[in-house]
């Protein structure tokens, strides 16, 4: 253990190191002026494809494929390793200056939309699609993923891949939290193909982004074997059956900056962007 830390009386900012650092700081607002690119669709994305990000495309890509062609979408890429979402135009559709930000076109005057469990709602109510066979239990679903994601991603992820130095306290404490989480999920799906029922809604899409790929040993490099995902055998089964998707396979790539070229498409406007647009193409 590291020595004790005594905070002081009053909290000043200091460089905490690590991967993410220069991606935060205690004030909001824009640090740049920069205006927003706008494409030819009903929908403009502007994100990123780390989880949250992910359930919007998978969103996107799923409703394409039930044929509701009014949902096509320009998706724009963020760095955040840039401060892209501190630029002005980003920051006017989400004050929060985080990935995912949608701008909806569709009706007579624009929306913003942020949160990523927002823009789901958004998008799923708008078509009348993904709403599962039980409003209720879908939208406690929804929300049990948002309320637990920080405890995943800036809690377990942060502490157990990006700090800059292991701490045992933190690691154990979001690792017990985290696989807390996992065996609700697990318990949950027992007697249910999907988080709600026998419907497939946004509900998983959205757990899915964060635990699905946990389980299936797609998030912070060696958790898999740590946290023993293999264990939870019902929640495998519905991970690896989401996974086998077309449009989640899709969903997955737009936007993506990580992984091999193949998997990665930067920017995604049209269709056959996933044919000829990819990274191994376009280098």
Not at 28 to 49: I, M, R
Not at 72 to 91: H, K, P
Not at 132 to 155: C, F, H, T, V
């Amino acid at each position: 253990m590291s020595d004790s830390y005594q905070p002081p009386e009053i909290w000043q900012p200091e460089e905490s190191g690590g991967e993410f650092a220069s991606i935060n700081r205690p004030v909001a607002g824009p640090t740049h002026d920069k205006t927003l690119p706008v494409g030819k669709h009903p929908f403009q994305l502007y994100s990123l494809a780390t989880p949250n990000g992910v359930k919007v495309t998978v969103l996107f890509e799923e409703l394409l494929a039930a044929g509701h062609t009014g949902a096509e979408y320009d998706a724009w890429l963020i760095d955040i390793r840039n401060g892209d979402q501190f630029g002005s135009g980003f920051v006017d559709v989400n004050p929060n200056s985080k990935i995912p930000a949608l701008i909806d076109n569709s009706g007579p005057a624009p929306v913003r939309v942020f949160e990523s469990g927002a823009i789901l709602l958004h998008l799923a109510e708008k078509f009348g699609a993904f709403l599962g066979d039980n409003r209720s239990e879908m939208l406690s679903w929804l929300m049990w993923q948002m309320g637990s994601a920080p405890y995943l991603g800036g809690g377990f992820g942060h502490f157990y891949a990006y700090a800059p130095e292991k701490m045992k306290y933190p690691i154990d404490r979001f690792a017990m939290e985290t696989k807390r989480q996992l065996d609700v999920l697990d318990r949950n799906l027992a007697d249910r193909r999907y988080v709600t029922g026998d419907a497939y809604s946004i509900a998983d899409m959205a757990i899915w982004a964060w635990y699905g790929q946990l389980a299936l040993g797609r998030q912070y490099e060696g958790s898999a074997k740590f946290l023993q995902v293999q264990t939870y055998e019902n929640v495998q089964r519905w991970a690896s059956e989401i996974a086998e998707r077309p449009a989640v396979e899709r969903g997955r790539m737009v936007n993506r900056m990580t992984g091999e070229p193949e998997t990665q498409l930067h920017e995604r406007h049209d269709a056959r962007d996933f044919e000829t647009r990819t990274q191994d193409k376009i280098g």
